[in-house]
């Protein structure tokens, strides 16, 4: 595979979008983003996402980069997982604590999976980063996912929502999952 000068970043999501290009700023390669409404299939966020990459690079011809985010409760043996999205919609960050009131664990992690495929038909790689923490009634802005009801053990107290975009870009689960593709892109994407 020969070297990458860019490549698209698969989001609708500006906040995405920004952390992404924030924490992959000094890899040297343009990340370019498309919206595309991919089909997801039930599965583990791994089988999830690179199915989602394959059908990126179809789209697009050419390589892409998606992304799959987790919130997983311990309690609940990891629901809900990759389908924190679907809960969202219907529960919304307010009552999403609630799943568990009638549990004493609330520890939780967020995992985020990126899928990298080169192009049509060709190898995905993955990249994972996982940080822990635990559920609370949600605190901070609401305006990006669930970040105001996810408090992670290095976030001194604080939700994600109630950090600095630096402070949360040097310890979340997405920055552990892009250092790793940091260091792939580094190498030329190889």
């Given at each position: 595979?020969?070297?990458?000068?860019?490549?698209i970043?698969?989001t609708g999501?500006?906040?995405?979008?920004?952390?992404?290009?924030?924490?992959?700023?000094?890899?040297?390669?343009?990340?370019?983003?498309?919206?595309?409404?991919?089909v997801?299939?039930?599965?583990?966020?791994?089988?999830?996402?690179?199915?989602?990459?394959?059908?990126?690079?179809?789209?697009?011809?050419?390589?892409?980069?998606?992304?799959?985010?987790?919130?997983?409760?311990?309690?609940?043996?990891?629901?809900?997982?990759?389908?924190?999205?679907?809960?969202?919609?219907?529960?919304?960050?307010?009552?999403?604590?609630?799943l568990?009131?009638?549990?004493p664990?609330?520890?939780?992690?967020?995992?985020?999976t990126?899928?990298?495929c080169s192009?049509?038909?060709?190898?995905?790689?993955?990249?994972?980063?996982?940080?822990e923490?635990?559920?609370?009634?949600?605190?901070?802005?609401?305006?990006?996912?669930?970040d105001?009801?996810?408090?992670?053990?290095?976030?001194?107290?604080?939700?994600?929502?109630?950090?600095s975009?630096?402070k949360?870009?040097?310890?979340?689960?997405?920055?552990?999952?892009l250092?790793?593709?940091?260091?792939?892109?580094?190498?030329?994407g190889?």
């Amino acid at each position: 595979m020969s070297s990458l000068d860019s490549l698209i970043f698969v989001t609708g999501n500006k906040n995405k979008l920004a952390e992404v290009q924030a924490i992959l700023g000094s890899a040297g390669v343009e990340i370019k983003s498309q919206a595309i409404d991919l089909v997801e299939i039930q599965g583990t966020t791994q089988e999830i996402s690179a199915d989602k990459a394959r059908r990126a690079a179809l789209a697009v011809n050419g390589p892409v980069l998606v992304e799959d985010t987790c919130l997983c409760f311990n309690a609940l043996n990891g629901l809900p997982g990759p389908y924190i999205k679907h809960f969202l919609t219907s529960l919304t960050t307010t009552h999403l604590p609630t799943l568990l009131a009638g549990f004493p664990d609330k520890s939780a992690y967020a995992l985020c999976t990126f899928a990298f495929c080169s192009s049509p038909g060709g190898e995905v790689l993955l990249f994972e980063g996982r940080t822990e923490g635990r559920v609370v009634e949600a605190r901070g802005s609401g305006d990006f996912g669930w970040d105001s009801v996810f408090e992670p053990v290095e976030g001194g107290g604080e939700t994600y929502a109630e950090m600095s975009k630096e402070k949360k870009n040097g310890i979340s689960h997405r920055y552990r999952a892009l250092e790793k593709v940091k260091e792939f892109l580094a190498r030329g994407g190889c």
